[in-house]
T-cell receptor, first 115, second 114 residues
């Protein structure tokens, strides 16, 4: 039990639609990262938010966007969904922006299927 | 470009024996390495880590070895227990300009046979 929750657990959308995934971090964790895990792959870094601002991004297009709120919750928004967006989406929270010793705590993920 | 590679997708080990999971990386800017364990329907759970200034870190039954010259790390589990059966991800961070970007490998599924 990491204290990080995600909703919904599963979601089905059609190509071209928009989706919002939600994450609730551990209390006090000011950093949240989002990852995409395709089938048979490891998690791929999407972006990271620190104190409500994006401070790092992986190789994902701008239609992937996020928000972080003062109450330790955050959102991942994906516009114009494509079939390849089907994956498990994980959020991870941690205390610090770049303390190497700070562990990231992962939620159970949201499984998105795009038809 | 797969910067963190786990070339063995699966591994079976008898209970009580040693499990050795291997990982290779290509990015010389990585300076911190982690192992995560993942059970089905759960997110990855941090297991053990090692800084690039060390070559070994031990935590109970788990030991991680780092060979910087070979850009290789390994996770040893001794003795292996059935509860260790899970997918293990090798991960690395560093050189990302001040934020905690973690690059994961593709995972190794460990099965410990009772």
């Amino acid at each position: 039990e990491t204290g990080v929750t995600q909703s919904p657990t599963h979601l089905i959308k059609t190509r071209g639609q928009q989706v919002t995934l939600r994450c609730s971090s551990q209390s006090g964790h000011n950093t949240v990262s989002w990852y995409q895990q395709a089938l048979g792959q490891g998690p791929q870094f999407i972006f990271q938010y620190y104190r409500e601002e994006e401070n790092g991004r992986g190789n994902f297009p701008p239609r992937f966007s996020g928000l972080q709120f003062p109450n330790y919750s955050s959102e991942l928004n994906v516009n114009a969904l494509e079939l390849d967006d089907s994956a498990l989406y994980l959020c991870a929270s941690s205390l610090a922006i770049r303390a190497l010793e700070e562990t990231q705590y992962f939620g159970p993920g949201t499984r998105l299927l795009v038809l | 470009d797969q910067q963190v590679k786990q070339n063995s997708p699966s591994l079976s080990v008898q209970e009580g024996r040693i499990s050795i999971l291997n990982c290779d990386y290509t990015n010389s800017m990585f300076d911190y390495f982690l192992w995560y364990k993942k059970y089905p329907a759960e997110g990855p759970t941090f297991l053990i880590s090692i800084s690039s200034i060390k070559d070994k870190n031990e935590d109970g039954r788990f030991t991680v070895f780092l060979n910087k010259s070979a850009k290789h790390l390994s996770l040893h589990i001794v003795p292996s227990q059935p509860g260790d059966s899970a997918v293990y991800f090798c991960a690395a961070s560093g050189g990302s300009g001040g934020y905690q970007k973690v690059t994961f490998g593709t995972g190794t599924k460990l099965q410990v046979i009772p």
